[in-house]
């Protein structure tokens, strides 16, 4: 959804509160199926140290959604962590307009040694596709936060100016993956 001012948050709550019946917007795909047809496929991964408490931090940042860069928001009804179900939207301004990207997060991704989620977009998005932030305790100790992605322009404005609009994809994750690094080190 795009807005010529910054979105106030009474009306993004309205948003989100909407936006919790709509279906995503892609169909027959997902990060757990072996081939994606017709999507572009990312997977970015940074290493944020070693050991349990260095695991624990970076798990407290992401429940805190600290893994966004600063240049971007959250909106959420939800204050901490993710739950299945839950509609969440990243606000991001772009050539002076102001985009509420809407998705639902799909699955927890939980375990001794991992932490995190998947989200989907829903039919207000930019893009459409799946994005899955990760937490992952390795067998050698080490910590690493990865994103994994499957998307395509969904919007027309995206599809049109697709060159700035995957610049963008790739600055949010070298983005992420910085603020990341700072929260855990």
């Known amino acids: 959804m795009i807005y010529l001012l910054p979105p106030q948050p009474e009306e993004l709550n309205a948003q989100l509160r909407l936006w919790q019946h709509e279906p995503l917007s892609y169909q027959g795909q997902s990060l757990q199926a072996d081939r994606l047809s017709g999507f572009i496929t990312d997977l970015h991964r940074v290493r944020l140290g070693t050991g349990p408490a260095v695991f624990q931090k970076a798990c407290e940042a992401m429940d805190r959604w600290e893994m966004f860069p600063c240049w971007s928001s959250v909106a959420r009804l939800n204050d901490l962590g993710q739950r299945e179900g839950d509609v969440v939207a990243m606000v991001v301004r772009i050539c002076g307009l102001w985009w509420a990207n809407p998705c639902r997060i799909l699955r927890r991704c939980d375990s001794e040694t991992t932490h995190g989620f998947v989200y989907g977009t829903l039919p207000e ?17 080490s910590v690493w936060y990865e994103i994994r992605a499957f998307s395509r322009p969904r919007h027309w404005m995206a599809w049109l100016a697709f060159p700035l609009a995957r610049w963008w994809q790739c600055r949010f994750v070298r983005d992420s993956q910085a603020s990341m690094v700072k929260r855990v080190g």
Not at 125 to 141: M, S, T, V
């Open 125 to 141: 998005h930019a893009e459409c596709g799946e994005e899955q932030f990760l937490i992952r305790h390795e067998p050698d100790d």
